[in-house]
Nanobody
Framework: QVQLVESGGGLVQAGGSLRLSCAASGSIFSVNTMGWYRQAPGKQRELVARMSSGGNMNYAESVKGRFTISRDNAKNTVYLQMNSLEPEDTAVYYC?????????WGQGTQVTVSS
């Protein structure tokens, strides 16, 4: 079993920054992908950014140049630094780990950007 604990969401004004963290524990294979998805009200969940244990990264076009994903493999922790936040970034952000063909999800953390 894998547990994901997220932190770092909150309310911020447009142009501000937030940093999300997600610590994974349990039976995680060393080769995996960790990342962040988000879901805004009335919309489908979408990929924000993900990073493999080998360092390959993918970003949604809408966040490129503003968000940075990083991870600490020794701590099984993934981070998302979000800069220049926009009201359109308002959503529940979910941590995700893909390991041995299984998806694991965090409970979600709310990010609200006011204009």
């Amino acid at each position: 079993q894998v547990q994901l604990v997220e932190s770092g969401g909150g309310l911020v004004q447009a142009g501000g920054s937030l940093r999300l963290s997600c610590a994974a524990s349990g039976s995680i294979f060393s080769v995996n992908t960790m990342g962040w998805y988000r879901q805004a009200p009335g919309k489908q969940r979408e990929l924000v950014a993900r990073m493999s244990s080998g360092g390959n990264m993918n970003y949604a076009e809408s966040v490129k140049g503003r968000f940075t994903i990083s991870r600490d493999n020794a701590k099984n922790t993934v981070y998302l630094q979000m800069n220049s936040l926009e009201p359109e970034d308002t959503a529940v952000y979910y941590c995700n780990v893909f390991s041995l063909n299984k998806n694991y999800w965090g409970q979600g953390t709310q990010v609200t950007v006011s204009s």
